[in-house]
Structure formats: structure tokens, C-alpha cells
Nanobody, 130 residues
Framework: QVQLVESGGGSVQAGGSLRLSCTTY????????MGWFRQTPGKEREGVAS?????????YYAASVTGRFTISRDNAKHAVYLQLNSLKPEDTAMYYC??????????????????????WGQGTQVTVSS
């Protein structure tokens, strides 16, 4: 079982930045593909960004965040990060860290699909005011 714990959410004005962190508490990230999703009430979960363990740490981003958000990972610290820059009010959501231990060639078929990830954190709230 992979336990994921997010932190770093908060309230910020439009144009501001936040850095979200996700730790796995000693669970080795070896072989684990990671990602971030977000959800607002009444809407489906949206894949925001993901990063492969293999494949040269290949990354994927939703079109709505490309150029503003950056995902990264530190396997030695059992952590994955999401840097959120140039935030907009429409970025307001609960952000979830996710993990998947499938091989790269299976994972890459749906790196931003919720069904790809069996492990989810509890979420951290990001609120952006105009």
C-alpha cells in the first residue's frame, strides 16, 4: 500500500505562486509513476501533471497549465512536487497526489487519466482570489 501525503496548499492572489509537495513516507519511489490531479465540487477530477519513474522522467501536462505548472520528483526524498506559477482563479481546486506502479509502457497510455492511478492522497486545497 502506498500512502501519499500532500502539503503546500493555501490561499494566494491571482498571479501568485505555490509549491505543492507529496511525500510517500519511506515508501521507495523506485518504479512508481507519479502525478497530480485536481477537482472542484460538481466536476470530474482533472489530470494536471504527471511524471514517469523511467523514460527519462518524462512529463505530461494538461493544456490548461502548460507553461505555468512544473512537476518534479526527488526519489531520494521519496517526494514529488508541483510548482504552480501565474495562478488564476480557475486553478482553485483540491489538488491530489497520485501514484501508479505499472510499467512505463502501460502507464504512458494514460498518464493524465484518473483510472491509471490506484493510489491517491487526501488532497490539499489551493484557493486563488482575483
Amino acid at each position: 500500500q502506498v500512502q501519499l501525503v500532500e502539503s503546500g496548499g493555501g490561499s494566494v492572489q491571482a498571479g501568485g505562486s505555490l509549491r505543492l509537495s507529496c511525500t510517500t513516507y519511506r515508501y521507495r519511489l523506485s518504479g512508481t509513476n507519479m502525478g497530480w490531479f485536481r477537482q472542484t465540487p460538481g466536476k470530474e477530477r482533472e489530470g494536471v501533471a504527471s511524471i514517469a519513474f523511467g523514460g527519462g522522467a518524462e512529463t505530461y501536462y494538461a493544456a490548461s497549465v502548460t507553461g505555468r505548472f512544473t512537476i518534479s520528483r526527488d526519489n531520494a526524498k521519496h517526494a514529488v512536487y508541483l510548482q504552480l506559477n501565474s495562478l488564476k482563479p480557475e486553478d482553485t481546486a483540491m489538488y491530489y497526489c497520485v501514484a501508479d506502479r505499472q510499467d512505463y509502457y502501460t502507464w504512458v497510455r494514460g498518464p493524465l487519466m484518473a483510472s491509471t492511478y490506484p493510489y491517491w492522497g487526501q488532497g490539499t486545497q489551493v484557493t486563488v482570489s482575483s
